[in-house]
């Protein structure tokens, strides 16, 4: 199993700025990608970013891309989510999640095995 705890949510206004960490402990090495999700009140849980844990290879959902920066250090078992230039369409919950591989893109939470208990960011306008 693998245990993890997101923390650095809270609020924020308009155009500033936030960074997520995601601290893994147990089995950290079966982590084959580790992701970012959210979900907003009323709305399904989205894809935000992931990234290959040993490699590094990193994919966004096109509303973060340019504005949120995933990242990793594979010596503390965690990873980041840095994220900038927030707007109110970026207020929900954030997950963390870890797969193990046998995944098909990892865009998806279905790939994920997994997940942190989530962390609010609200941005205020």
């Known amino acids: 199993q693998v245990q993890l705890v997101e923390s650095g949510g809270g609020l924020v206004q308009a155009g500033g700025s936030l960074r997520l960490s995601c601290a893994a402990s147990?089995?950290?090495?079966?982590?084959?990608?580790m992701g970012w999700f959210r979900q907003a009140p009323g709305k399904e849980r989205e894809f935000v970013a992931t990234?290959?844990?040993?490699?590094?290879?990193?994919y966004y959902a096109d509303s973060v891309k340019g504005r949120f920066t995933i990242s990793r250090d594979n010596a503390k078992n965690t990873s980041y989510l840095q994220m900038l230039s927030l707007n109110a369409e970026d207020t929900a919950v954030y997950y963390c999640?870890?797969?193990?591989?046998?995944?098909?893109?990892?865009?998806?939470?279905?790939?994920?095995?997994?997940w942190g208990q989530g962390t609010q960011v609200t941005v205020s306008s």
């Open positions: 990234i290959g844990w040993s490699g590094g290879s990193t």
């Open positions: 147990g089995r950290t090495w079966s982590i084959y990608a």
């Open positions: 999640a870890a797969s193990r591989g046998g995944g098909s893109s990892y865009y998806t939470a279905y790939d994920y095995h997994y």
